[in-house]
């Protein structure tokens, strides 16, 4: 098809324009200023050099798991009960008069990531990565390869501190959780699905995401981040465009859902000091199960004259609280003079508070407000275990743990 001699006119005056246009395009914006180009060069280079600078303090950290016994399985299986006493005992003369089986190599069947510490040689992991774990192995960004230790794990922020022999370890630097803010920058690295030393990054989604676990000792609060965390994250670092730690690689809400949470890299720190120096973290406990009291009136649970505070929904028998009267239905408004809404503000002012030293509650109890001391005593092992008390509780499945 022939053009017009009209058309082949426009377009010759289109594709003028257009070369002009770009023709006045400047390589520089004006004194002082970049080009829109220039910044994107800018930004490019800073994740470049973000990942080179952090990914040598990243370890990959891989697991043998314990293996599991047949026998022990048979022998706690109801069925074995029902088994003829004499084939019973047939099975146990066979057992006994077999040689001890030949050791097998530990396979390294689990996987994830880790922060180098200290130049010494102290990591942090997640405790679930270590869990059931016969023997550890760590590789660094430059090839090497170290035994390591377990020398101490939190299941309750889900943190652990392994131990190799190295020295001169490139460090992790640390930030502030406290003051990352929604919409900044945030880089992941670590080894999903085996693929070592990968680098995702997105943005911080969100802060202060609590409850995502059915579990009532893992009360803390998580940064919620869209970059992508997949098996293999789990321990590795979530940093800041300085380079700085701001996360600890968790939880993730499914595959390819571009919602991962972290450990906020405050809690990670001080874990991690407690678990090199003590080997576990002791923390004061209240003993109630709790809810803020505005949730229990948009669900109807109590009226409008209750003050604001958090209601006390379970007292555990044998917990500070029931030592100091304390009942479900009691609003606890003050904490030694500092006001609490929310179940956050009021486990953060137990948590600063000195195991075994009184602190003054403000109490609001049938229509009247009462001062209560109670003395906050150390996490006992059977809640952290057992989780004798729940904390509103998800009824759907949630998060899950990365690996």
């Given at each position: 098809?022939?053009?017009?001699?009209?058309?082949?006119?426009?377009?010759?005056?289109?594709?003028?324009?257009?070369?002009?246009?770009?023709?006045?395009?400047?390589?520089?914006?004006?004194?002082?200023?970049?080009?829109?180009?220039?910044?994107?060069?800018?930004?490019?280079?800073?994740?470049?050099?973000?990942?080179?600078?952090?990914?040598?303090?990243?370890?990959?950290?891989?697991?043998?798991?314990?293996?599991?016994?047949?026998?022990?399985?048979?022998?706690?299986?109801?069925?074995?009960?029902?088994?003829?006493?004499?084939?019973?005992?047939?099975?146990?003369?066979?057992?006994?008069?077999?040689?001890?089986?030949?050791?097998?190599?530990?396979?390294?069947?689990?996987?994830?990531?880790?922060?180098?510490?200290?130049?010494?040689?102290?990591?942090?992991?997640?405790?679930?990565?270590?869990?059931?774990?016969?023997?550890?192995?760590?590789?660094?960004?430059?090839?090497?390869?170290?035994?390591?230790?377990?020398?101490?794990?939190?299941?309750?922020?889900?943190?652990a501190v392994l131990k190799i022999e190295a020295r001169g370890l490139p460090v992790a630097r640390f930030g502030d959780s406290s003051a990352v803010?929604?919409?900044?920058?945030?880089?992941?690295?670590?080894?999903?699905?085996?693929?070592?030393?990968?680098?995702?990054?997105?943005?911080?989604s969100a802060k202060g995401r609590s409850q995502l676990i059915p579990d009532p000792a893992m009360d803390q609060d998580f940064l919620q981040t869209?970059?992508?965390?997949?098996?293999?994250?789990?321990?590795?670092?979530?940093?800041?465009?300085?380079?700085?730690?701001?996360?600890?690689?968790?939880?993730?809400?499914?595959?390819?859902?571009?919602?991962?949470?972290?450990?906020?890299?405050?809690?990670?720190?001080?874990?991690?000091?407690?678990?090199?120096?003590?080997?576990?973290?002791?923390?004061?406990?209240?003993?109630?199960?709790?809810?803020?009291?505005?949730?229990?009136?948009?669900?109807?649970?109590?009226?409008?004259?209750?003050?604001?505070?958090?209601?006390?929904?379970?007292?555990?028998?044998?917990?500070?609280?029931?030592?100091?009267?304390?009942?479900?239905?009691?609003?606890?408004?003050?904490?030694?003079?500092?006001?609490?809404?929310?179940?956050?503000?009021?486990?953060?002012?137990?948590?600063?508070?000195?195991?075994?030293?009184?602190?003054?509650?403000?109490?609001?109890?049938?229509?009247?407000?009462?001062?209560?001391?109670?003395?906050?005593?150390?996490?006992?092992?059977?809640?952290?275990e057992n989780g004798v008390l729940s904390t509103n509780a998800p009824g759907k499945e949630g998060p899950r743990r990365g690996n």
């Amino acid at each position: 098809m022939r053009l017009s001699r009209g058309c082949k006119l426009a377009m010759t005056l289109c594709l003028a324009m257009v070369c002009n246009a770009l023709a006045a395009v400047p390589d520089k914006g004006p004194e002082g200023s970049m080009t829109p180009l220039e910044l994107a060069r800018k930004l490019n280079q800073a994740f470049v050099e973000v990942a080179e600078r952090v990914s040598p303090s990243v370890v990959v950290v891989r697991v043998a798991s314990k293996p599991e016994s047949l026998d022990d399985d048979i022998y706690g299986h109801p069925i074995w009960e029902m088994i003829p006493k004499e084939y019973r005992r047939q099975w146990e003369q066979r057992r006994k008069s077999q040689p001890p089986s030949k050791a097998h190599p530990p396979v390294f069947d689990g996987r994830g990531s880790g922060i180098v510490l200290t130049e010494d040689g102290y990591i942090l992991t997640n405790a679930h990565v270590v869990e059931n774990a016969e023997k550890i192995r760590v590789r660094l960004k430059n090839g090497g390869e170290f035994d390591a230790e377990i020398k101490g794990r939190d299941k309750q922020s889900d943190l652990a501190v392994l131990k190799i022999e190295a020295r001169g370890l490139p460090v992790a630097r640390f930030g502030d959780s406290s003051a990352v803010r929604v919409g900044e920058f945030a880089i992941a690295i670590g080894a999903p699905f085996e693929l070592d030393y990968s680098v995702t990054f997105g943005h911080i989604s969100a802060k202060g995401r609590s409850q995502l676990i059915p579990d009532p000792a893992m009360d803390q609060d998580f940064l919620q981040t869209d970059a992508n965390i997949n098996p293999g994250n789990s321990g590795g670092p979530l940093v800041n465009i300085e380079g700085e730690v701001i996360g600890v690689n968790s939880l993730i809400h499914g595959l390819h859902t571009g919602i991962g949470f972290a450990i906020p890299s405050n809690l990670a720190r001080d874990v991690a000091q407690q678990l090199i120096r003590q080997g576990k973290v002791v923390r004061p406990w209240l003993g109630v199960a709790i809810n803020a009291v505005d949730d229990e009136r948009e669900a109807g649970n109590l009226s409008a004259l209750v003050p604001d505070g958090v209601v006390i929904k379970e007292v555990h028998p044998r917990g500070p609280a029931a030592s100091a009267s304390l009942r479900p239905g009691d609003v606890i408004t003050e904490v030694g003079g500092k006001p609490v809404k929310t179940p956050k503000q009021l486990r953060d002012e137990i948590r600063n508070r000195p195991i075994g030293k009184p602190v003054a509650l403000k109490v609001w109890r049938s229509g009247k407000l009462l001062e209560v001391q109670a003395k906050p005593d150390a996490w006992p092992e059977e809640v952290v275990e057992n989780g004798v008390l729940s904390t509103n509780a998800p009824g759907k499945e949630g998060p899950r743990r990365g690996n």
